[in-house]
């Protein structure tokens, strides 16, 4: 009981502090990563939609399936961060490498992302083959993460995508 209660509070005293300011920096980070790779403002804050639209389904898998984010669970968020980031950026530079056909876009990318996707579901799904319930957790809401990111780049973000880009002329 001490042990872990003890711990707990450690690890959740440490976090609370450290959230608003590492999340703030991290946020810049993206930001300016996703500005110095796309060089639009629109391709930005389509990356940040994605990122958007990913934890949405995140939070909605989350209800549907009852997981719950446990300390430990919540060390997916960052590795979700990027995941979401790094698909959407390859989607977004591959559209507009080849003008905005979806179909030629597909053909580069859609196996590798959910490739991707699923190699990083079985490493992180490992946990939930143990008897404990707090890895058990962890890989379920890992994966659940994962297929949010995949599901957010490779079907809403091309959708959003062509609504958004400007006319190209012939």
């Known amino acids: ?3 872990w ?3 707990s509070d450690v690890v959740l005293g440490g976090a609370h502090d450290a959230a608003g300011p590492a999340g703030v920096a991290m946020l810049g980070a993206i930001v300016l990563l996703c500005a110095l790779a796309q060089r639009s403002a629109v391709l930005l804050g389509l990356n940040l939609l994605a990122l958007a639209l990913a934890f949405c389904l995140f939070l909605g898998l989350l209800l549907l399936t009852g997981a719950r984010l446990s300390p430990l669970s919540l060390i ?3 590795l979700l ?3 979401a980031i790094d698909y959407s950026l390859h989607i977004l530079m591959a559209l507009e ?6 179909h030629k876009t597909y053909d580069h ?3 590798p992302v959910l490739l991707t996707g699923l190699s990083a579901s079985i ?4 946990p939930m083959l143990t008897s404990q319930p707090a890895l058990q ?4 809401v890992m994966d659940l993460g994962v297929v949010s990111s995949v599901v957010a780049c490779l079907v809403f973000l091309p959708c959003v995508y062509m609504l958004c880009r400007p006319a190209r002329r012939a």
């Open 97 to 102: 490498h080849e003008q905005g056909d979806l």
């Open 123 to 126: 490493g992180f799904g490992v």
């Open 81 to 83: 961060i990027g995941l």
């Open 137 to 140: 957790n962890f890989g379920l």
């Open 5 to 7: 209660e003890w711990l």
């Open 109 to 111: 990318l859609a196996a």
């Open 76 to 78: 997916s968020v960052p």
């Open 1 to 3: 009981w001490f042990a």
